[in-house]
């Protein structure tokens, strides 16, 4: 069964420095995408960035980017240059080829303190 | 603007009443989901509809229905028969099935029954 774990509770970060939110997966199917969302205090569901299971290259979106290491099945989330905008809690999500549905994280609380 | 509405963004019902959460999508998007989302947790998924008039369980389908009439809505009535239906639910929408197709959220809907 696939699962995704989010050891990290909360994590704090100073203004303008660089932050790692860390993920872990399991799955056994070969093909999957890894997703990763940030959920502010309004509770919606933003999305950040996507990896493919084959993707030969890190995912990067501005200011995120995604370090898949597919051998220890990790796919941290990297915030570069913090913003005060930044703080809201952070979900990992997986989705496998033949799955209809996203397998959350119990997701990291991220404070961006000036 | 495409995206995703829900309404109401709070909902407040007495126990024992059904009550039916409105989810619209003007994205053109086949896939349409539905997850709860408790204090301190993630995601977890209740129906899923790939295609007009056809869904699916989730997880956590028990004491909850959906309908599918229309491509661009997707109803999800929490039933008396839910025991524990307080909590935050969010819709979601996605171009298609499949692992690399991010999905959409909608801004949420807190219900509380008293």
């Known amino acids: 069964a696939q699962k995704i774990t989010q050891t990290q509770p909360g994590m704090f970060v100073q203004e303008k420095e660089a932050v790692t939110l860390d993920c872990t997966y399991d799955?056994?199917?070969?093909?999957?995408?890894l997703f990763w969302y940030k959920q502010p205090s309004s509770g919606e569901m933003i999305f950040l960035i996507y990896?493919?299971?084959?993707?030969?290259q890190n995912a990067t979106e501005g200011r995120y980017s995604l370090n898949f290491q597919k051998a220890r099945k990790s796919a941290n989330l990297v915030i570069s240059a913090s913003q005060l905008g930044d703080s809201a809690m952070y979900f990992c999500?997986?989705?496998?080829?033949?799955?209809?549905?996203?397998?959350f994280g119990t997701g990291t609380r991220l404070l961006v303190s000036p | 603007d495409g995206g995703i509405t829900q309404s109401p963004k709070y909902l407040f019902r007495k126990e024992g009443q059904n009550v039916t959460l409105s989810c619209e999508q003007n994205?053109?998007?086949?896939?349409m989901y539905w997850y709860r989302q408790d204090p301190g947790q993630g995601l977890r998924l209740i129906y899923y509809?790939?295609?007009?008039?056809?869904?699916q369980k989730g997880d956590i389908a028990e004491g909850y229905s959906v309908s599918r009439e229309k491509k661009e809505s997707f109803p999800l009535t929490v039933t008396s028969a839910q025991k524990n239906p307080t909590a935050f639910y969010l819709c979601?929408?996605?171009?298609?099935?499949?692992?690399?197709?991010?999905?959409?959220f909608g801004p949420g809907t807190r219900l509380t029954v008293t």
């Open positions: 990896q493919g299971s084959y993707d030969q």
């Open positions: 799955t056994s199917d070969p093909s999957y995408g």
């Open positions: 999500a997986m989705r496998e080829s033949l799955g209809q549905k996203l397998v």
């Open positions: 994205l053109n998007h086949d896939a």
């Open positions: 509809s790939q295609i007009v008039n056809d869904f």
């Open positions: 979601a929408s996605s171009l298609s099935s499949g692992s690399s197709y991010e999905q959409y």
